[in-house]
Each structure stands twice: as structure tokens, then as C-alpha cells.
Nanobody
Framework: QVQLVESGGGLVQAGGSLRLSCAGS????????MGWFRQAPGKEREFVAG????????SYRDSVKGRFTISRDNAKNTVDLQMNSLKPEDTAIYYC????????????WGQGTRVTVSA
């Protein structure tokens, strides 16, 4: 069974940092794109950052560029999201997800981890 499990969420003051981690199990994620998404209360889920498993090519939404960094560890089968200079508007549940290269659909999702940034 393929699983993604997030960890690392919590409460932090504005300007602080958190590091989220996503552990994959059940298969390797080569030929996959790994993504971090978030959903704030009352809002749609939105893409935050993505990385190709094999080549490490990254992409970010504009509002997190320069503050967030996505990375992967092939040996550990993990994908991390380092979040710096956090703002209250970053408050959300953060989800890790996977899709196959060439597909537009993320079809494996974690359960989410909550991030709260206080002003």
C-alpha cells in the first residue's frame, strides 16, 4: 500500500521557521513529481511547491518563492519543505502528494499536517 505521511507542523510566530517532512512508503517514487499543497480555513487547496524525484527540478507558487525550499532525499524516500520567514497567511493544513511524470493528477495524498503562524 502506497502511503505518504507528513510531520513537522506546529505553531510558530511570524518570522519564524518550520520544516515539514513527508515520508513515502510502499514503493519508490522515481518517475514521480512530489508536491506540497495547503488548504487554509474557508479556502481552496492550493499548490505550494513541487519537485521531480529523479532530477530535483523545483517549482513554487509566487507567494512562497525565496522563503520556502523543497528538497528530497532519495535514500530516505522523503520530501521536505523548509519554510522560513513565515507569515500569518501561511497558516493552513499542509499536504504532501505524488503524481506520475506526464500526469496532471496527484493521486497519492498524505493526511496533512497543521501549520499555524501567529502574528
Amino acid at each position: 500500500q502506497v502511503q505518504l505521511v507528513e510531520s513537522g507542523g506546529g505553531l510558530v510566530q511570524a518570522g519564524g521557521s518550520l520544516r515539514l517532512s513527508c515520508a513515502g512508503s510502499g514503493r519508490t517514487f522515481s518517475r514521480n513529481v512530489m508536491g506540497w499543497f495547503r488548504q487554509a480555513p474557508g479556502k481552496e487547496r492550493e499548490f505550494v511547491a513541487g519537485i521531480t524525484w529523479t532530477y530535483g527540478i523545483t517549482s513554487y507558487r509566487d507567494s512562497v518563492k525565496g522563503r520556502f525550499t523543497i528538497s528530497r532525499d532519495n535514500a530516505k524516500n522523503t520530501v521536505d519543505l523548509q519554510m522560513n520567514s513565515l507569515k500569518p497567511e501561511d497558516t493552513a493544513i499542509y499536504y504532501c502528494a505524488a503524481r506520475m511524470v506526464g500526469s496532471q493528477e496527484y493521486n497519492v495524498w498524505g493526511q496533512g499536517t497543521r501549520v499555524t503562524v501567529s502574528a
